[in-house]
């Protein structure tokens, strides 16, 4: 059963960096995950894959994503899905901080890296 913890949740509470807090749902009785990112130019995680789809909502700065072997350029306003069993990645392309939220569909992320 799942932890009760005071609401709101402070971003800052979760665990991670600065760069990257992760939220995983069943600690919090939530049936979704997400990663919170604030990435500088340059940073972005190595390819993997999840037993479900990823859902990225680019809140600002620029990206390029690659999923399954095709890149997609994408910027504030602007949402990418990676279907489940699909190899993707993301790096911050631009010159600014990059800030996207990366929302799992599990309330546990589960992650097979490929590189």
Same mark, same amino acid.
């Given at each position: 059963?799942?932890e009760?913890?005071?609401?709101?949740i402070e971003?800052d509470?979760?665990?991670?960096?600065?760069?990257?807090?992760?939220? &995983?749902?069943?600690?919090?009785? %939530?049936?979704?995950?997400? /990663?919170? !990112?604030? =990435?500088?130019?340059?940073?972005?995680? @190595?390819?993997?894959?999840?037993?479900?789809? &990823?859902?990225?909502i680019v809140? %600002?700065?620029?990206?390029? /994503?690659? !999923?399954? =072997?095709e890149?997609?350029?994408?910027? @504030?306003?602007q949402?990418?899905?990676?279907?489940?069993?699909?190899?993707?990645?993301?790096?911050?392309?631009?010159?600014?901080?990059?800030?996207?939220?990366?929302i799992?569909?599990?309330?546990?992320?589960?992650q097979?890296?490929?590189?």
């Amino acid at each position: 059963m799942a932890e009760q913890r005071e609401m709101p949740i402070e971003l800052d509470s979760l665990p991670g960096s600065d760069e990257s807090r992760k939220f &995983e749902g069943a600690d919090y009785g %939530s049936m979704v995950s997400f /990663f919170h !990112v604030y =990435g500088p130019p340059g940073s972005g995680p @190595p390819l993997h894959k999840h037993p479900y789809e &990823e859902t990225f909502i680019v809140e %600002s700065g620029t990206v390029t /994503f690659t !999923v399954d =072997g095709e890149e997609i350029e994408a910027g @504030p306003g602007q949402i990418v899905i990676a279907p489940p069993n699909t190899p993707h990645k993301f790096i911050n392309s631009g010159s600014e901080i990059l800030h996207l939220i990366g929302i799992h569909s599990a309330p546990r992320m589960e992650q097979e890296n490929l590189e």
